[in-house]
């Protein structure tokens, strides 16, 4: 199926926007094979390319931006990659492709506007957060996850725009720093600096409600 661009922009605003997994059609083809379908024309193949990372996405920028922006931006992404399609030069996979494109769309709006884990570990290599909380049994702490989850996400919207999706990426997404570089086009010593910068300003802005929780 060819249609033309403004079609496919709009089955792409068309589609529900969520953390759902979506319904997909072409289960046998791989990324690459769908992006390539894509490029000849066939929108059938970036439409199953959409409906396959769309939650993943979302789930991005809900933590970068916030669940009240995510829509518009995810939305965006995915209209970023079908008309930079031409540009797609299949050296890194489509996924990373879509966080490099993530990553400008997020900049992008800050410049025109003017589950969590190592984030208070001081040690990198420590227990995640969220690998403690999972072996707790006191019913009051295990209560206020939601609310520690929900205080993490607001924290990660005040650091830095260069910091922001890295940091999403290798503690919320478990990428690697090799997949993140690559993803981002940076050097691996700058993207390792800017996960640990970002960890070290989360734990300053969330120091004041780890206090209150021990406090309480």
Known sequence: MEDGPADV???????????????????DFSDEDLISRARAGDSDAFGEFVQRHMPAVHRWMARAVGEE???DMTQDVFLRAYRGLSRFRAQAPPRAWLAAIADNAIKNKYRSRSRFRRIFASDPSS???????AIRSDPEEDAG????????HGALR??????RLPVVLRDLEDWSYEEIAASLGLPLGTVKSRIARGRGQLRAILAPFVEARRSS
């Open 69 to 71: 922006d995510a829509d």
């Open 127 to 133: 227990d995640t957060l969220e690998d403690r909380a």
């Open 9 to 27: 922009e709009s089955t792409i605003a068309s589609f529900p926007i969520g953390r759902r997994a979506l319904e997909t059609f072409l289960p």
């Open 158 to 163: 005040k650091l830095p725009i260069d910091f």
């Open 145 to 152: 996850m939601s609310e520690s989850r929900a205080s993490v």
